[in-house]
């Protein structure tokens, strides 16, 4: 038997003891995200949507539905199968089919998508395609970046589709005692308290999202985690505002 496979069943089984003898009461359900994954082909494991999903997130395949889906029921958009040809008709509006139909409708409608960054064909020839050509080709992607798409890499798509997701800590199931002082409202997060404060940040995915509020903070530094996932828009948002990513 597969050793984390092992390890998860024993923690669940003691979970659901401790729970049982009143130990630890149960921690309320998540409601888990949406998110669906767009793609013009299945190309065997990488495109699986296994690969995606988890507990905290529920994936769909819109290509198994035959595109026949509604992208307003979905948090989140992945986005696969970006040719060059399919980069061009999304950044300039054409929507000739049912998969460039649905990605630019997500675009349009502020939905967070995410684009994965080895599906994208002109990036494969950052090294050899003449420079002026790969630029032409390249603006049309920085379009869309410029307009909220994510660039992540494959295996950092399912950190990036449960970020943010607060999941609840176990709370003892012992009741509290009759008189309970009554506690004041927590202060607000600190602001810097100088310009050369640094925020630490201990999340792996930084978006325009976490730049903007360092920003809002008065933070011009950022201190981020091992091994990042940070997107091009949250480095131009870094970039514009003067903040340093250390």
Avoid: W
């Avoid at 000739?96 to 994965?116: H, S, T």
């Avoid at 080895?118 to 950052?126: M, P, R, T």
Wanted: proline share 5%.
């Amino acid at each position: 038997m597969d050793m984390d496979l092992l390890i998860e069943l024993a923690v669940r089984a003691v979970k659901a003891y401790l729970e049982k003898e009143g130990v630890v009461a149960a921690a309320a359900p998540v409601e888990p995200r949406k998110a669906l994954v767009l793609t013009e082909e299945h190309c065997g494991e990488t495109c699986s949507i296994e690969n995606y999903g988890s507990e905290l997130c529920k994936v769909d395949c819109a290509l198994a539905q035959n595109y026949e889906v509604n992208v307003d029921d979905y948090d989140v958009v992945v986005v696969r199968s970006m040719t060059n040809s399919n980069l061009f008709k999304i950044a300039n509006g054409c929507t000739d089919n049912k998969f460039l139909a649905l990605a630019a409708e997500a675009i349009l409608k502020g939905k967070r998508v995410i684009m994965v960054k080895e599906c994208v064909e002109i990036l494969k020839y950052a090294e050899t395609a003449p420079k002026a050509l790969y630029n032409n080709i390249y603006k049309n992607l920085q379009i869309l970046l410029d307009s909220g798409v994510e660039l992540v890499e494959e295996e950092n798509v399912k950190t990036a589709l449960t970020d943010g997701i607060e999941v609840p800590a176990e709370v003892p199931a012992t009741p509290a005692p009759a008189a309970v002082k009554e506690e004041a409202a927590p202060a607000p997060a600190p602001k810097a308290e100088s310009a050369d404060s640094v925020l630490v940040l201990t999340k792996r995915v930084i978006t325009e999202r976490d730049i903007k509020a360092a920003a809002a903070q008065h933070y011009t530094k950022i201190q981020l985690p091992e091994k990042p996932v940070i997107t091009y828009l949250a480095k131009d948002t870094a970039f514009d505002l003067g903040i340093e990513l250390l």
